[in-house]
């Protein structure tokens, strides 16, 4: 049992998460302390309880969020700062970083913001962009004032000085960190381990024995008499397998306190440092073959021990597989590995070791090296050469050939040129090799090479002074800068309308006492479901092994379709019994990708056209016309709390209670009544909170919640099911992949006159949402640019995918990625800057839109000249040029990008009910998810009934409070809830009105208690409708959208044109959110929409099969932004807003997922940068950079030298390990 489940479901601490189960997301964090004895010292680690072992906490202690402080006795300072600094959106990923932080702080009470962050590497969040947690740590820091020198040049001061801004926390108010108050390490812990040895220890469950044993002997011993028996230390490759692999180990041994293999020795001529574990892409084990390490093993048996160089194993990780499965290799069943003898460099010897991951931080390499040169004393000749790389083969291999082959050259252009051929050859791998990317991963053994060749070229002619720079990023240190609207002056302290309020969940989430679906206490008799889903694309199923309680189909149309269901008294068994269940199928022909579909014109129906103007006389007009295309690789929602639903029947008349995290109660309580064969009025429906939306529990929630109901009505018992990150990210879809395909035509000055663009989307198994998807994309095909002469065509691709759904943007992004495609290509192929030929094309007010909306309440061209001052783009401009004139290798590049985000949305419904007391109670249609609808919905209620917010208090969302509810989605919850509520407590404060006059100097509870006496109704509803909506396709005409949301923003990014690698410089970003109800949850809002489209399209990809099984499952290979991945300078804007021409409620704008396209501006930089590495290989104008912009793609397109020496298998000669879906 792992100390997650322990902690969860045995003593019902469910303040630690459980975000993934693989050690990638850190929602489990917790931390461990332990006594060392020898040191006489007490160490903490922060550690991952989903993967720790409860057996291995034998002496440790183990503090949770719980331990540290609450809201009801007394708040920790790393709690409180979480939260007042607004870092807590939907505060799932918050107690793992609130104990990250703690963990850090009793280790070092005073750490430099670099500590910060490197605590935080193991964390991810998905909501709030990481700036404001940073920010509320960076207090911890020494040498930060706290906010007090705001006007010099203090790091939390906002905005330019010049202007009249409003903070977003005020630090000084924090109560005061005193690291002497922390909570001591259990006496009777410390006793129990100065008083006796730790002792062998052994723990038996139903399938396995865990043996501790406390000396090397015994450890000999055990694993003698059990040669099969699996070690365990950090449990982080042994609990994956056991979790993900169905790997059952009968016997673990575990020898973490054993005091030989866990102790460094400096000798003479070596390190001796006894390390236990390897991994097939270990970043040490490359070292250590190109440093020449020593094994030592050992065994009871012969009790002797034998020494092996590293470099003469063809392959070390077999040495701890052998274990398992090759007997012949070097490792015997019965034999450990004692220590690992590393060498001290010579003179003359230099080292240096390399890796390449998809994301800079936490990840594992594509390919890592290590390359070790001794060169003979007083020459430039080569003696002695190691070069070995991880990621090239199946375990680490040395360039054996290569290295021979420059033995005795002289470290100069000849050899570099001799080794790059001779690596080119020996380095090769087959083009179907698993893990992908194969020309890259070729093309890396020889760039890396050329690194370590610049490198000791440097060091050899340090004494005349170094010719060429090593190419490496720029280093880090964030500085962000919120430039808010100003509180107008004289609005009473009471209106809580345009204040930075915190999110009123933000303490209880930093404390864990935030209620979440799955931390609804176990019903007695309650059981757990688990999915059986479907291994095959397309196919019919023949046979099912095993009982199972559904079958829901009996032909699967994607890897990850729901077969049936399982259900146990426990999750262990409900899931152990679902993994046991076999499928015979008759597999069907399958249609994975895009390209697949419109080879064999497989689309749902119907084909959408938006058509304005006259598209031959624009292309006549037309002084060029260029022609392009573009794929927009899908997305994962990852919202850390995956789906989950708990369905409790009532026992009479088909009631049902459902708890269920999803944006849609009215949906899913009709989907169950439905499934049921009951009236909704039987199902009622409750939303706390959700841990993450995104959009992707919209609609696809109700897959898990009908079967959940079932299953808990045939059983007449609460039935739950959360599903694990690897079946949520299979079943659940996720945002269209897009493939589009344009033409267009534009004058001499770069004016566009004509464009006639496609768009295809890989709709899935079913239609979902896809329709309403594809046509935003559509709706949003010009982006912000006046194009008079246009068509559009969208194509929902039917594939053998699960179904895609909606997803934060809702085809907007990919509309208008392909839209700056063409316009980057544009003034690419005229050699202009892609800003003059932006700004020639933006829109100006009054124009009409392709789908004949005008355009009113502009405000593009005013964020657009904000961003370009505050960005200060013209001297950034040159500056990145000069950059780009000194640097081969590393090169720079700007761009800037705007956005014009059309909201339109139903309606909604409140519910506010006045007590006595004076306390009120509010209920909306609006979910909370993290985006702080709540606290909005209570600063409206707030003013419009003109009490504190601290009298309103939302305590959920149900069906049986609120009917028929629109999804909380479309960026329009805020409007339109908004209006629901502001109606609501209108109808109120009419009834109280004639107290109110009665008694004007009366307080709030004398009018409620005279208005109750005089038996007035202290209960109303509110209702609101969007307006004049109705689009019609067929006739172009009618509202599209109610009203448009702007912004504008500027990146500049530096690239590493060897390995792909790229560090996010500088962002500018101008928002116009109208008059923002709450700048602090709109800086949240924008700066977390921006993380994840800069996730979208540069960072995040899902890889699937030509068989079309999605390989990406998890943290472990599918990388959502990190702290990390933050622009090192990042300015966010609300753009300064005076006049009321904004029609949402009191003139705010949406905000939810207008900003997510501004992330382009990042990738449009890469391009830019990739462009001027191009032009050092003399290539010049547009090329296609297919979107996300990874390292892998950013190398290819960076074609030099290198590249050309890896040219990438015909297509269609072999089958990829990966295709583009
Ligand atoms: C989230 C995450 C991120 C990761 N990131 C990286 C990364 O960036 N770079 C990287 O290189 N790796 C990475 N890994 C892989 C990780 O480093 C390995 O899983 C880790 O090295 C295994 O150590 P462990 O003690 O936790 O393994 P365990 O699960 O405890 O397994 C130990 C292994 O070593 C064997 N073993 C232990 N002691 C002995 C002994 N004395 N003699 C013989 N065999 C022994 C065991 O049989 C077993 O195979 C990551 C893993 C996770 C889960
Ligand atoms: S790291 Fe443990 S749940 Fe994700
Ligand atoms: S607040 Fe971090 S994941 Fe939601």
Redesign the pocket.
Known sequence: MTL?TYLRRKLGLTGTK???????????TVMVSRYQTHTQQLLHYAV????APLCSLHLVAVTTVEGIGSVARKLHPVQERIARAHGSQCGFCTPGIVMSMYALLRNNPTPKMADVEEAFQGNLCRCTGYRPILEGYKTFTGGCCGGKGRENGCCMANGNGAEKTTPLFTATDFAPFDPTQEVIFPPELMSLTKGQRSGSLCFRGDRAVWLQPDSLDEFLRLKWEHPDARVVVGNTEVGIEVKFKNMVYPVILAPAFIPELNTVTHTEDAVSQTIVYFHPISDLNPVFMAAGCKLTLMDKGTHTHTHIHLCDIPGICFLLRSEFTDKTTTLRPQEVLLSIEIPYSKKNQFVSAFKQSPRREDDISIVTAAMSVTITPGTDVVEDLGLSYGGMAATTVLAKKTASRLLGRRWGEGLLEEACSSLAEEMTLDPSAPGGMVTYRQTLTLSLFYKFYLMVLQKLRANNGSEQAIPALASRCVSVTCVLQAVPEGRSQDDAVGRPMMHLSALKQATGEAVYCDDVPLYENELYLALVTSSKAHANILLMSRLVTFLFSVQVTCVGHIIGAVVADTQLHAQRAAKAVRIQYEELPAVVTIQEAIAAQSFYQPIRTIQKGDLEVGFKQADHILEGEMHIGGQEHFYLETNVTLAVPRGEDGEMEVFASTQSASKTQSLVAKALGVPANRVVVRVKRMGGGFGGKESRTTVLSTVVAVAANKLKRPVRCMLDRDEDMLITGGRHPFYGKYKVGFLNSGKVVALDVSYYSNTGNSMDLSLSVLERALFHMENSYSVANVRGRGYLCRTNLPSNTAFRGFGGPQGMMVTESWMNDVAQSLGKPSEEVRRLNLYVEGELTPYNQILDQFTLDRCWDECLSRSVYQERRAAVDLYNRQNRWTKRGLAIVPTKFGISFTAAGALAHIYTDGSVLLTHGGTEMGQGLHTKMVQVASRVLGIPCSKIHISETSTNTVPNTSPTAASASSDLNGAAVQNACETLMKRLEPYKTKNPKGTWEDWVKAAYFDRVNLSANGFYKTPDLGYDFDSNSGRAFNYFSYGVACSEVEIDCLTGAHRNLSTTIVMDVGHSLNPAIDIGQVEGAFMQGLGLFTLEELHYSPQGVLLTRGPGSYKIPAFGDIPTQLTVSLLPSTENIYPGIFSLQAVGEPPLFLAASVFYAIKDAISAARVESGISGPFRLDSPASAERIRNACSDRFTKLCPPAEPGTFRPWSVQV
Not at 19 to 25: I, K, Q, S, T, V
Not at 48 to 51: M, P, Q, S, V
């Open positions: 997650l459980l975000g993934c189960a693989e050690g990638g997301c850190g929602a489990c991952n309880a989903c993967l």
